[in-house]
């Protein structure tokens, strides 16, 4: 009986007598020798046959078959038909895989008892024997059926497959003469069965200028049918999966016109490379026009270059000017074609950088957007710019060694001084020779971000650019070019109908609480009403202080520290004789004024801690300042001096708020000092003095104590619980911390450092909004939980300029600050995120889209209606409440589209408007949609800006560049607990 091989290999070969040798020797050279291979010699009219048949003759392993199929189907069909493998093999006559490959493939099928077939990575090799980079589909493991009924993902001699499913399945479909193979894997992968993936190059692809593949016009008339078939039924498969009976399911990699288009690219690209146009530009236009799409498109197209202009990578740039018209005037279609040229230039940039970070520049590379240079930082010389250039790709080399790469947006000439600024900015100082060291060390000759810099951060962009033109650049220069656009955006700025908004007042600092009480105390009384006292919050702490007034006549009563009089009027009807006192003479008069009506008040400046109280008094009462004794022994010194001034049986009324300190786990007032349970309780410790009534809520308490009268016998205060109803305003709210605190401010400023903190990324906080844009959107019960969470765990707010000192300082952030920062700024920041912040003494940072302040947010439209966006109103009344604002520039569109003029433009007129409207220094941005590119960071700074945010995901630390800053994003479509887990990730590494 005859021998079974293991794998049958099938070869066909049609005048092959130049390439069939390197086939047939590597299946010679396999390490597993259990084979057989089955050489169909199709009509051949050169020696191929001889050479089939002296393989034949050396080694039994060989058979030959004659065919005059003329197709490569119809010769492997015939190959099937005698094959005896319990595997099969397609080896094309030009190809050939490593020693290795049966070895490897039939192992890793071992491990998989189930599996239908086994695929490894592929090379191509081009005409010259270079080798292109190796390419291995992992997602055909993962889901083989939706991967191949939208691309054919394997090199036909890629893969070993099973034998009599490939028989069952009818073999390769003669009626395409492109195609075949792709079309029987997708069969093949419709049964649903595993697939192993071998994750080395072992299979090698031969390139040739008279390939059929090259044929784009015939290739995309198969694949059109081959797509067809692979979203819809297929009758040739007899047992589908279930899954796939109907074929391919659209939500799991798009649909078919776009597996179609993607295909189209390819050829159209090919096309390119090889000086052919044979492919109109609208068979592309189902390719999704998304900024995500750009790379994917980009990389595509530069793999189609490669096949049709028989190059490697390497290569490409060089060959620029044989396709390089082509492809361009192809990718200016593609944006025509979609109505978005903003996404064309997108994929233009992503190709060229493609094609220029494989390339040696050993010449110059002048792209359609990109000049790709060698510069000796030794000697750098001017450069005048190309038309259409907008962007340099440059190696900095010294001694013929690469030593940096800098990729740049540049609007003119670049001249040999801000050569020299970039090799400073570019290359590490160690690393310069003497004479080079010596350029690093100058200052910068061009440098418009210094006016609004750390020393002079009161310039504004708008000011340091004027600075640059002042000194006469030429007009035709880099920085020349971009004082123009500054002019502009300037006199935009000033022709605007919004009015310059001075400077927003800084908040007034608490005085000093030093030796002199005296002066501390007519410091706050500086500004008339320091506390707002006609709040309904304070009347209705004045309503309850009178509600437990004692019973009966009081004839002399005694107030310390009346302020300037509001609760003294309120409680002069209920006395005999009223002597309202304060340390302050500036608040008495003001006391004196307001209760000039007031017959039976006499006013007086009085210590209370360092004078004697007057004596015998029916009531004294002191609310509020008790907090700014120095400590509990002058709190119990206090209260005896009180008892003594009380006549037997009078009466001391207290208000005084809840303080952290005391009890950090209820809700309290986040002060450094005792507060009412301490007051309190140092009261009643006092001899001879009894908690008569105690009124309680939850942030405050107004107690009554009696001096008692020889004989007297204490007995069960009355305690009365009530509800807060007044409002309460903000400047009390944010020292409230409800609920308790898990850490305060001030012991994790004196016990904590670290390296990094969480930067916090919102957008929008509102109820309602559009399904699809619930990742961005956090309900402002959602919001108001994780910032009360920040406020009970310690955190406090910085600015992105607090954090880019840090980073220059290097010194180790102090407790516990976070940054939170708003893209976008809309409408609902200011309804809702700001109450709350506010109200949690936190603050944030919100990146404007300036162009459309006051509008709405078109971006989203495609998702429902646009959410509105803040105006330039609401935009100063919030900073002058402490909010700070960046730029998110002017338009919202992805800057990796924008031509460097166009995204330089919008740097300096988005941050001109802002510092307009705020009154401040606008020294941060925030890159839309999170996109950047290598010209991002340094075209901000050169247009003034310090500070970035862009695509980089987690923590910021010590060591980041902080043009390009990280952030963590806070989804909407997320827990508590989601959020509460990433910031303490960041606690936990200090």
Not at 370 to 395: C, F, H, K, M, W
Not at 477 to 502: I, M, T, W, Y
Not at 548 to 553: D, M, S, V
């Amino acid at each position: 009986m005859a021998h079974n091989p293991l794998v049958s290999i099938v070869v066909p070969a049609h005048n092959a007598e130049v390439t069939l040798p390197r086939a047939l020797d590597c299946l010679v050279d396999q390490e597993k020798v259990d084979w057989e291979a089955i050489v169909i010699d199709d009509a051949s009219a050169d020696r191929t046959s001889a050479i089939i048949a002296g393989y034949v003759e050396r080694d039994a392993r060989f058979r030959t078959l004659s065919s005059c199929a003329y197709s490569a189907a119809g010769a492997r069909n015939s190959g099937i038909s005698t094959a005896r493998g319990s595997w099969l093999m397609f080896l094309d006559a030009d190809d050939w895989v490593d020693a290795s490959f049966l070895a490897k493939m039939l192992a890793a099928l071992k491990t998989a008892p189930d599996a239908v077939a086994a695929y490894c990575g592929s090379r191509r090799v081009m005409p010259d024997g270079e080798l292109t980079p190796s390419s291995i589909p992992t997602e055909v493991a993962i889901q083989p059926f939706e991967t191949f009924a939208r691309r054919c993902a394997i090199r036909t001699h890629a893969l070993l497959v099973d034998r009599e499913t490939i028989v069952e399945l009818g073999g390769f479909d003669v009626s395409l003469r492109t195609c075949e193979d792709w079309d029987l894997w997708q069969r093949l992968a419709r049964l649903g069965k595993n697939w192993v993936m071998v994750d080395e190059p072992l299979a090698l692809y031969r390139i040739s200028p008279n390939a059929l593949s090259r044929n784009s016009t015939q290739m995309l008339a198969d694949a059109k049918i081959v797509i067809a078939r692979g979203f819809s039924a297929d009758p040739r498969v007899k047992q589908p999966a279930s899954a796939h009976a109907n074929g391919a399911i659209e939500a799991n990699g798009g649909t078919a016109s776009e597996a179609l288009a993607w295909f189209a690219l390819w050829n159209a690209a090919s096309d390119c490379g090889s000086g052919r146009r044979s492919i109109s530009p609208q068979t592309l236009r189902a390719l999704p026009a998304g900024r995500k799409w750009a790379h994917d498109i980009a990389k595509v197209a530069f793999d189609g270059l490669m096949v049709g202009s028989l190059s490697v990578p390497a290569q490409l740039a060089a060959k620029w000017d044989r396709f390089g018209g082509s492809i361009t005037e192809l990718i200016i279609e593609l944006g025509k074609v979609w109505d978005n040229p903003v996404a064309g230039r997108r994929v233009q940039y992503q190709l060229e950088q493609m094609l220029l970070d494989v390339d040696d520049l050993a010449a110059p590379r002048r792209l359609a957007r990109t000049l790709g240079i060698r510069v000796d930082i030794q000697n750098p010389t001017s450069i005048e710019l190309p038309d259409g250039i907008d962007q340099i790709y440059a190696y900095l080399t010294m001694d013929g060694q690469i030593e940096a790469v800098a990729q740049f947006g540049v609007l003119g000439k670049v001249t040999r001084r801000h050569w020299i600024e970039l090799i400073r900015d570019f290359v590490p100082p160690e690393r310069l020779t003497q004479n080079a060291a010596r350029l690093a060390r100058r200052p910068p000759v061009h440098a418009p971000q210094q006016g609004a810099g750390a020393d002079k951060s009161n310039i504004s962009a708008a000011e340091a650019l004027s600075a640059t033109a002042e000194r006469g650049p030429d007009p035709d220069s880099h920085f020349g070019k971009l004082a123009q656009l500054a002019a502009q955006a300037r006199e935009l700025v000033r022709s605007s109908a919004e009015p310059a908004e001075p400077p927003a007042a800084p908040r007034r600092a608490r005085p000093r609480h030093d030796k002199d009480r005296t002066s501390f105390w007519n410091g706050y009384f500086a500004t008339e009403d320091p506390w707002n006292y006609g709040s309904s919050y304070e009347q209705e702490k004045y309503e309850r202080q009178l509600e437990i007034l004692p019973t009966g006549p009081i004839g002399r009563a005694l107030e310390l520290a009346c302020a300037e009089g509001h609760f003294t009027r309120q409680l002069a009807p209920h006395v005999g004789h009223l002597t309202a006192t304060d340390i302050s003479a500036v608040a008495i008069g003001r006391a004196r004024a307001r209760c000039s009506d007031q017959p039976n008040v006499e006013f007086g400046v009085l210590d209370f801690s360092a004078d004697t109280l007057p004596g015998e008094m029916d009531l004294i009462v002191c609310s509020e300042v008790l907090y700014y004794l120095e400590d509990l022994a002058e709190l119990r010194r206090i209260a005896r001096k009180i008892v003594e001034a009380l006549a037997p049986g009078g009466s001391f009324i207290n208000a005084h708020a809840f303080v952290l300190r005391d009890n950090v786990e209820r809700t309290g007032f986040d002060w450094n000092t005792f507060g009412a349970q301490a007051i309190s309780e140092t009261l009643a410790g006092t001899e001879g003095l009894v908690l008569d009534q105690s009124i309680q809520t939850e942030l405050y308490r107004i107690d009554r104590f009696r001096r008692l009268s020889p004989g007297d016998v204490a007995t069960e205060p009355t305690i009365d619980y009530v509800p807060i109803r007044a409002r309460l305003e903000i400047g009390v709210a944010r020292n409230i911390v409800w609920g308790g605190a898990r850490a305060l401010r001030r012991d994790v400023a004196r016990s904590e450092r670290r390296q990094r903190i969480p930067v916090l990324m919102y957008h929008s906080v509102a109820d309602e909004g559009p399904a699809s844009l619930a990742r961005f959107r956090l309900t402002p019960a959602a919001f108001h939980s994780q910032m009360a969470w920040l406020r009970a765990n310690g955190f406090h707010a910085i600015r992105s300029e607090q954090l880019e000192r840090f980073i220059a300082s290097r010194q180790p952030f102090a407790g516990r600050p976070v940054l939170i920062t708003f893209d976008d700024g809309f409408q609902n920041f200011a309804d809702h995120a700001w109450p709350i912040l506010r109200a949690n003494d936190l603050t944030a940072e919100v990146f404007l889209v300036t162009d459309l302040v006051g509008e709405s947010a078109l971006w989203d439209a495609d998702s429902g209606p646009p959410t509105q966006l803040m105006d330039a109103g609401m935009v100063r009344r919030l900073a002058a409440e402490g909010a700070f604002f960046g730029s998110h520039l002017a338009t919202h569109r992805a800057i990796d589209g924008l031509s460097s003029s166009d995204l330089a433009a919008e740097l300096l007129r988005s941050r001109m408007f802002i510092e307009r409207w705020t009154g401040r220094p606008t020294t941060a941005f925030a890159a839309p949609f999170s996109v950047t590119d290598r010209r991002l960071g340094r075209l901000a700074k050169e247009c003034g800006y310090r500070i970035g945010f862009g695509g980089r995901h987690g923590p910021a630390d010590l060591d980041c560049d902080p043009i390009d800053l990280p952030r963590i994003e806070i989804r909407g479509d997320r827990s508590l607990d989601d959020f509460v887990a990433k910031v303490e990730a960041v606690l936990e590494e200090r």
